[in-house]
């Protein structure tokens, strides 16, 4: 069928049509000059996306329902349903605090509180500003679990680290940039943007067979002139040497595989994933 079809028995705007494909939520079939035919299925989960949203649901929520590898719907609601219990026993600390200023005792309540925070919001409240968001951005993923008493070792050890590195040698208009690039950048661009990654490691062959043009545009833009002179190359050769110098890869990286096996997987993967990439780049 034909997208204005399809727009009137979903109710969907032409722009939302083509963002949940862009999303590869759907995959219309695409004929000559990119004409796009829609097939009842993807009509019909696209009615689905629409609920979904209304819901409150992110891109990233949904993906994982369809795929049926990550979150089903029960794990999604057991989720929200945490945080709300969660942010309303804060509430109800801060409530307690306004009424006692009791700061000792709320400090002590919060201690337990704070044990069943997950390691991405310990991390980020203990690194505030710029310096957490380079650093635990990429990790969101794989950072959403508690630490277990197993991995406090781990934990203490790499916050120990990481606040012994010295400051990173931006110039004041890199990090108002970065500052502007992490506030412009919500959390579920973000969510997407790291299960994309995730995506490509875990089924290297299929993704870089759907993104081959894509990934072939990214190379030709890092050859060009205004990558090279941009603000966002600048950083990100300043921030690798910063890695290097402070040997990042050999002290950072492997406490972070040990507080989170999943990311312990995910890079086992990503390894064997470049591998194969720098493989056939060389041909």
Sequence with gaps: MKRNEVEKITGLTRKAILYYEDKGLIRPHKGENNYRTYSQDDADRLLQISIYRKLGLSISDIKNIFSSKEKGLGSILRDRQYKLELEETKNNLLEKLIKSQDF????????????????????????????????????????GGKLGKDQEPAFHELVKILDSLGEINFTEDEKAYIEKLTSDFDLETLEVVNQEKIQAVYNYDDWMEANKEKVQAYEAFKESEDYKSSQVKKIADKLRAYMVDNNYYD???PLIRKISP????????????NEKFLSERSK
């Design 104 to 143: 000792e005792e709320i400090s002590k309540e919060l201690e337990n509180l704070e044990r069943e925070d997950s390691l991405y919001e310990r991390l980020e409240r203990i690194f505030p500003g710029y310096f957490g968001h380079i650093f635990f951005m990429s990790y969101k993923p794989f950072l």
């Design 251 to 253: 002290l950072v990286i």
């Design 262 to 273: 999943s990311y312990d997987a995910y890079y086992k993967k990503l390894l064997e994933a």
